[in-house]
Every structure is written in C-alpha cells, then in structure tokens.
C-alpha cells in the first residue's frame, strides 16, 4: 500500500461514465426533494405506496415513511379480487 499517486486520470470512457453519475447524483439531489414535496397529495389523492414506488424508482419504505410522517391513512394494496397483483410479483 503505497501513497496514492497525485497525477492520476481515467481513461476517458470511465472519466465519461463518472461524470455521468456524478450529474446522475446531482439530478437526484435536487429532484428527491421535490418528489417527497408532491407524494403527500398524491397519497390523499389515492396514490398507493406500491404505485408511487413503481412510478419513482425509489423503495416502498420511502413512502411508508412519508404516509407515517404526514399521518396519512395508507391505502392497503389490493390482496383480493380482480385488482389483486398475483404472488410472484
């Protein structure tokens, strides 16, 4: 384990593929915010967990979270019925 050399360079597919991430990242930052903004309304709205999850990318438990935290009652995902989604899911 030597000391890290200073005049280090990515080639330039992975100098591409990290500045792509790091707007990737950035892009995030400044969209999660704006997502958790507009998820309150859309669950009082009908919005489920599981439809917003689907729609965002992000987990489940985010928008548990956000229905905990906003005292918004959560709309159960259908287990029954024509709507239900199958098991494997």
Known sequence: MGHM????????DLATLFARYKRARMTEKQLLPLVKKAVPGEMRKG??????????????????????????????????????KPKGD
């Open 47 to 84: 919005a489920t967990v599981g439809q917003l999850a689907e729609l965002t990318g992000l987990t489940d438990e985010v928008f548990r979270r956000i229905a905990r935290d906003n005292d918004i009652e959560r709309l159960r995902e259908p287990t029954v019925g024509k709507d239900a």
């Open 5 to 12: 050399a200073t005049d280090y360079e990515p080639n330039e």
